[in-house]
């Protein structure tokens, strides 16, 4: 069975249990859930959030690493830059957002890459840093009330009823699938994942691309940060909550093996619908929020061994299939 | 042959006794015996959890669930001895549930070969999510006298049994360590698993043992946690995860493994709380002390991984230089 072959498969099987969650949610409680408001309400309005983030994350994971910084990351740059935008003086608030983000990105690129760290000790290390100095500069004071025009980011629409929200989340996806599949930049994601080794005696500047990969990373916290300053209206240090958890495993049950090396954003789509409609089901449910940790945890586990079923199920096909071949050919 | 009792103290215990000087010069209140047993008892919990996470570390791993069963143990004993359970029962079910996680981990990473920081991650926000609710996101006071006095008993001198029975525990480990054969494997499958694996160590059984191992030892941790401050709450072990590979990386076990020590985990802990005890003293902000001591060990945790790779740099220099001589 040929590589392409077996990752569309893989796809729409993560397809089929996010059809699965649906569907069991549709059984359990149809009026609340089959609803348009419901279903554009988690689509446009919850996903974009845990998509952005579950991005950059299996951008970390494709290179073999992982990138914890980015919950806390996040949230530093939206608290820095919160008063600009406070003010209406939105370029600055921008340029303090992504050069926070991007700052924090490259501390942790380069710890990964040219340190030579390993990643969620690097990115661990980095989290610490960052939320750590944003309670300190938060000193208990919270920032809030943004200009309507601002806030127009996540509640306006720019295009027929599309929120900007997810239109901002399509623009990054778009770029980010044509990067990793039809740019050699991109593509060396997928090698430095797969062989770090190769890569490097290949040619391609492994250091810097890793390096790279983790400034994206912050340069998508800073996004997500303000996207969250402006549907929040309040700059809050403790919005952290599940965030790196619910990225992780979007990015993970989505069909991203955690050695790198495969899977593509498209994964990630499918990984964070299949999060954020368990989230949706379990509050239709009236399921408590404390459940929510438990949850994603047990869908991670779920992952790993689903992703390890899979690659035996795969392996007999291919055996069968390269004996069917032996045979034929004798 | 005659064998030299060595207690191989590491050195490590030179900067506590150095940090301890400083802030006694530094700070008025703080060269105290009061002030010294304070420091002790405050590293107790601290040190058991990072005896854990020195387990996983020596094998080159990590163990991130150890936070959250600290919470979950704490949790439930606080439960259940409200609940009218004796309270022998409490604390033989709470190290069950610890074992049982280190057994699900063990099992996953050892015999199925998942990645053990995801592995573990998932563990961990599985625990931490149960916590939450079991406890209900309250924090839960309770009393019972047994608890109490393990918490906060003292012995005539005024020095607390928690100490105690917190050396008692580390001396076992540094049995387990330096005596046994499982020690023994630590270290060789830290060193090079290939190797281990070649000279005949059954290298999944041990990884299982250490994961076992860092849950009973994590879930100890939670109970002792609880009966100091007589309640359980739901995120009391947050914060250890990160500390305790700090105190481990500071005590000499490198991320690497294969060297190092559970002695050395001690220091390095009592470091910790000898540095957060003299900020504290010095009059900073809390919110400035974490800070503080985040980047400080943020930053040592990157010292150590950029000191063992010169190490190896310099040792294969000498390799080298050794055959062309």
Not at chain 1, 28 to 42: G, H, I, Y
Not at chain 1, 207 to 212: L, P
Not at chain 1, 282 to 287: H, R
Request: with cysteine.
């Amino acid at each position: 069975m040929s590589k392409s072959k077996k990752n569309v498969i893989d796809l729409l099987s993560r397809v089929l249990i996010l059809l699965i969650i649906m569907a069991v949610m549709a059984c359990l409680k149809p009026e609340a859930f089959l609803t348009a408001t419901n279903f554009s309400q988690v689509v446009f309005q919850q996903a974009p959030f845990t998509m952005l983030m579950a991005f950059g994350m299996s951008m970390a994971i494709i290179t073999g690493g992982i990138d914890i910084s980015m919950a806390s990351v996040m949230i530093l740059s939206s608290y820095l830059s919160a008063t600009s935008f406070q003010q209406g003086n939105y370029v600055l608030g921008v340029l303090i957002a992504v050069a926070v983000g991007m700052g924090f990105g490259l501390l942790s690129g380069l710890l990964v890459s040219k340190v030579n760290i390993a990643a969620f000790i690097a990115t661990y290390s980095v989290d610490f840093i960052a939320l750590g100095l944003a309670y300190v500069i938060c000193d208990g004071k919270y920032i809030y009330g943004f200009p309507d025009a601002f806030r127009g980011l996540t509640t306006g629409t720019l295009i027929g009823g599309i929120p900007n929200i997810a239109l901002v989340t399509f623009i990054v996806f778009a770029v980010l699938y044509v990067l990793t599949k039809k740019t050699r930049y991109g593509r060396g994601f997928y090698s430095i994942g797969f062989n770090p080794k190769a890569t490097k005696l290949s040619g391609i500047n492994a250091d810097w691309t890793i390096c790279s990969v983790y400034m994206m990373n912050g340069l998508l916290a800073a996004i997500t940060g303000i996207l969250f300053l402006s549907r929040l209206n309040a700059a809050d240090p403790s919005i952290k909550g599940t965030l790196t958890m619910d990225s992780i495993a979007a990015a993970l049950i989505g069909g991203i093996p955690f050695s790198g090396g495969e899977g593509s954003v498209l994964n990630t789509v499918v990984g964070a619908l299949i999060i954020v409609f368990i989230r949706n089901g379990m509050n239709i449910l009236n399921v408590p929020t404390t459940w929510s940790q438990t949850v994603v945890g047990l869908v991670i586990m779920f992952a790993l061994i689903y992703g390890a079923l899979m690659d035996k199920v795969y392996e007999a096909i291919s055996r069968k299939q390269n004996q069917k071949k032996a045979l034929a050919a004798e | 042959m005659k064998r030299k009792f060595k207690l191989a103290i590491p050195g490590i215990a030179l900067f506590d006794i150095l940090l301890y000087i400083f802030f006694s010069f530094a700070t008025e209140n703080f060269f105290s015996s009061y002030n010294t047993i304070l420091i002790l008892r405050n590293s107790c919990t601290l040190v058991i959890a990072s005896l854990a996470m020195t387990m996983a570390i020596m094998v080159s791993q990590i163990d991130m669930s150890i936070g959250s069963v600290i919470s979950t143990a704490a949790v439930m004993v606080a439960l259940m001895v409200n609940k009218g359970i004796p309270v022998i029962v409490a604390i033989i079910a709470a190290v069950a549930m610890g074992a049982a996680v280190g057994a699900v981990n063990g099992i996953l990473i050892a015999k199925f070969k998942f990645d053990f920081w995801v592995v573990t991650f998932s563990t961990m926000s599985i625990m931490a999510g149960i916590a939450l609710v079991i406890s209900g996101g309250e924090t839960i006071g309770f009393q019972n006298e047994f608890l109490d006095w393990v918490g906060n008993g003292t012995l005539p001198g005024g020095i607390y049994w928690v100490i105690i029975i917190t050396a008692l525990i580390t001396a076992f480990m540094i049995w387990v360590e330096r005596k046994t054969n499982f020690g023994y494997n630590m270290f060789s499958i830290g060193g090079s698993e290939v190797v281990a694996k070649n000279s005949g160590i059954n290298v999944p059984l041990n990884r299982f043992k250490v994961y076992l191992f860092s849950g009973i030892l994590s879930a100890i941790t939670g109970v002792i946690v609880a009966s100091m401050t007589a309640a359980g709450g739901p995120t009391v072990g947050s914060e250890y995860g990160f500390n305790a590979m700090a105190a481990v990386v500071i005590g000499g076990t490198p991320f690497v493994g294969g060297k190092g020590g559970m002695l050395g985990t001690v220091f390095g802990t009592i470091l910790l709380k000898i540095l957060a005890s003299g900020l504290s003293m010095m009059g900073i902000e809390p919110t400035w002390q974490k800070a503080i001591t985040g980047v400080i060990i943020a930053s040592l945790i990157i010292i150590d991984v950029l000191n063992e790779k010169r190490k190896v740099k310099n040792g294969l220099r000498r390799v080298y230089h050794d055959v062309e001589k």
